[in-house]
């Protein structure tokens, strides 16, 4: 046990205690859900993480890869719009075609001619002639039962499916923005990454054939049972009935059926969302595992010494680009797959709420403050930033409330700062993070093998 | 045939060439206060949309008050009269920031990305105070004349049948640039305490050898900052109204100006503005009206011969961004070298 370990024990151990308070102080319920979310934004910084802490990549674009992930839930979970599929499928397929071609064309045509001028007509009349067909599908697509379909749905899979698919896209993505990006030095990096994911939000929201927009889609299907099922089933009611029998037997007899009912209904949320957390936990562990294998190999000294130094490992003979490409895309599929999860806990795809103080920078939050370049510190990062994130909007109301209690009850700018209390909690997580940089900057769990 | 042809000049002018010139010159003055932080304190400010909202909100706390005195300055807005104290308010907040957050890391020589990190958490901390103190709604500070042209006076005064409209915060958006953008060049240009600034960007070591004050420089460098953060902030406001995530998200079209014209380069930061507001209004404007008028009867067009919609605005200036980034990652007029 060295002194390392018993930080990190204590770490942890005081997460864990926190949400044990949570628990018995507000309820079971809500510890759970601070829980999930905790651990689904663990995973995020995991990916942040990876990029930063391993590689000192600086991507500001997790929201990008996040909303993707969160579309491939909607992709391979929805069931398929057959009507949709009918009146645009063909006409998306020859946009689709055409546009392969006029790709295909160009790249001929600048390698054979190489004369911009050429490639740029090209260009130009394969997007004209791709719109004409695209706008057209996509018009029959969204016009088909506007108010509960107009997008082509998806393919109807078990939406687990979409988290390996969430991480696939994302790596795709990553692989194509990586091309062009990753030569660019590290502020140029993270304003183009930024806008970078802007755009796939702005593509997400408004390509209603492909997620129906801003309209939202709800009704994710769910990797676990639906409460409703659970209080009817009959073996979920016996066992808890047979579990609280010595608490409920003092009642009178009449109220003693009302009573189980309450504690079925309760149970079956709390075992819903420990479902959840058992799988979010399980994946959780599964990237920890490999990100660890991973950092330990010689892959992983090689990744660190680029960091260290650029000059000198490509002095060495590693291909530093190739490297950078590789740590890029990895981390953003862990965003991707994260992502997906989120959809899939929330049971909805609302693009709208993709927002990048709340999906870049509170991860890249969690990271600094976890400890970047240590992936427990980042889970750790993860679990305290987000616990920090759903208290201190309360914690905000109470200040305001505080701050502004020498004001009459009535008076309009003592409501109007209460109205606006929960923006607190952005002044708070600055304060934490500019904190954190200047007292601690390597973090709560430093990395542990920075001399190898 | 000559009444089309202006029609179709005029119906341009009203849609794509006045808006882009006033919304180009709010990102030329934002862009400016970014590439002088850069230039001097060698790092991308990330707070920069979200302090200009919080100018703003000083402005239009003071322009409330003004309004509840009666105070006003005729046909020019009231936000005018409350900018100067604005100014020093803002001013106040980003030389208290420099001294408690920024200083240390200057200090420390830290490397320009942690500082980049730090100005993330200054975003944070500002974007709250911003929505704490106003919250997120969307608010109207403008008053006085609304418009120095109005689309009929034009048609009435011209004969043709397009109105060209000219708003009082387009004009004054325009005017105020220049004289502003002028005054920062000669500052640059020909006093003493502009050329330590530009040598200190140049050389670093060198302009200290020469006894140049950094912490001048530096204080100098947030005055300016101030300065054009303010008014620009306030120029977008009297535009199109303020709301504290429209302001956040300017930081995008902001960098890209900054790159495309050339990191640390001021003429390169006023150039990248217009190149991004001129690119982002007509590449989402709808050519139709403006062919009908130029193109004989038979040629009309079907469609809104519209290259983008208007929602991928912020997508052409990434477009841009990447564009100029691969070709010529040192911007137009050459920035900072990588």
Known sequence: ?452 | MLTDFFNAIVLLLNFVIVPALSYGSQLALSALAVTLIYAILRFANFAQGDTMALSTVITILLTWLLQKYGIGLGFLPTAFLALPMAIVVCLFYMLMVDKFIYRYYREQNSKPITVVMVSVGVMFVTAGLVRFIIGPDHHIFSDGARFIITARDFKTMTGLSEGLALKTSQFLTIVTAVILVGGVFYFLQKTKTGKAMRAYSDNKDLALLSGIDPDWIVRVTWILAAVLTTIAGVLFGLDKGFMANSYHQLLLPTFASVIVGGIGSPVGAIVGGFVISFSELMLTYAYKKFLIYLLPAFLEPGGLVQFLGTEYKFAISFVILVIVLLIRPTGIFKGKVI
């Open chain 1, 1 to 452: 046990m060295s002194r390392y370990h018993i930080r990190v024990g204590m770490t942890f151990g005081t997460i864990f205690l926190v949400l044990v308070i949570v628990s018995v102080s507000q309820s079971l319920s809500l510890a759970l859900s601070i829980f999930n979310l905790c651990l689904i934004s663990a995973i995020m910084a995991l990916g942040v993480n990876i990029q930063w802490g391993y590689a000192g990549l600086f991507n500001v674009g997790i929201m990008g890869f996040t909303a993707l992930g969160g579309l491939s839930a909607v992709l391979i979970s929805k069931e398929c719009v057959s009507e949709a599929v009918s009146a645009g499928g063909a006409g998306l397929f020859i946009s689709l075609i055409i546009l392969g071609i006029t790709i295909a064309a160009s790249l001929y045509v600048h390698k054979k001619f190489n004369r911009k001028w050429m490639v740029f007509v090209l260009v130009l009349a394969g997007i004209f002639i791709t719109r004409n067909f695209f706008m057209e599908a996509t018009r029959a697509i969204e016009a088909i039962n506007p108010a509960y379909e107009g997008y082509l749905g998806g393919i109807g899979l078990p939406i687990l499916f979409s988290w390996i698919a969430g991480g696939l896209l994302a790596a795709g993505a990553a692989w194509l923005i990586g091309k062009i990006s990753l030569g660019l030095r590290t502020d140029y990096l993270a304003i183009a990454t930024l806008g970078i994911s802007e755009i796939i939000i702005a593509v997400i929201k408004n390509e209603d054939w492909l997620s129906r927009g801003v309209k939202n889609v709800t009704g994710l299907p769910r990797p676990v049972p639906f409460e409703l099922d659970l209080q009817q089933a009959a073996w979920f009611k016996d066992m808890i009935a047979s579990l609280y029998a010595g608490s409920i037997g003092h009642l009178p007899v009449s109220e003693q059926a009302a009573a189980v009912t309450t504690r079925i209904n309760d149970a079956s949320i709390v075992v819903v969302k420990l479902c959840y957390s058992g799988w979010f936990l399980a994946v959780l562990v599964l990237i920890l595992i490999l990100a660890g294998l991973a950092l330990n190999s010689p892959w992983g000294r090689m990744i660190r010494a680029i960091r260290d130094n650029e000059t000198a490992a490509s002095a060495m003979g590693k291909d530093v680009k190739q490297r950078h490409l590789q740590i890029f895309v990895i981390g953003s599929a862990i965003a991707g797959i994260s992502g997906a999860m989120l959809a899939t806990y929330n049971g909805q795809f609302t693009p709208g709420s993709y927002v990048p103080l709340r999906y870049t920078f509170l991860i890249w939050v969690m990271v600094i403050v976890g400890g970047s370049g240590n992936n427990l510190g980042s889970v750790a990062g993860g679990f305290l930033i987000w616990f920090l994130w759903i208290e201190a909007e309360p914690a905000g109301f109470w200040l305001a409330d505080i701050c502004t209690s020498f004001l009459d009850k009535q008076s309009p700018i003592r409501l109007h700062l209460l109205e606006n209390a929960q923006y607190i909690r952005l002044i708070f997580m600055g304060g934490v993070l500019l904190v954190v940089m200047r007292f601690r900057p390597d973090g709560i769990l430093p990395e542990t093998n920075k001399k190898l």
